[in-house]
Nanobody, 120 residues
């Protein structure tokens, strides 16, 4: 099992940017494929991006390049850079870990999430 801690959420205006971070114990992190998902009130959780242990990435096509996932194994951290934010991006954002590269969203390990609110 791996513990995940997200940070970097907050309130931002439309058009702004945020970078979310998620840390895990460094000695374990490189073994896991990582993902970012979000859940808005009244909606199902959706997977936004994933990065493999070898830095292969996948992004939800409907994001149209606004978000980018990356990882730094030396720091035990996965990032989600979010640009051109819109109110519809308001949600709680979660990072997740799996032992296989996962673009379906059914990750076994999840953090507690960080809230992102985009004002109009």
């Amino acid at each position: 099992q791996v513990q995940l801690v997200e940070s970097g959420g907050g309130l931002v205006q439309t058009g702004g940017s945020l970078r979310l971070s998620c840390t895990a114990p460094v000695q374990l992190f490189s073994r896991y494929h990582m993902g970012w998902a979000r859940q808005a009130p009244g909606k199902e959780r959706e997977l936004l991006a994933a990065v493999s242990t070898r830095n292969t990435t996948w992004h939800l096509p409907t994001l149209k390049g606004r978000f980018a996932i990356s990882r730094d194994n030396a720091k035990g951290t996965v990032y989600l850079q979010m640009n051109s934010l819109i109110p519809e991006d308001t949600a709680r954002y979660y990072c997740a870990a799996d032992t296989t590269f996962n673009v379906l969203g059914n990750y076994p390990y999840w953090g507690q999430g960080t809230q992102v609110t985009v004002s109009s």
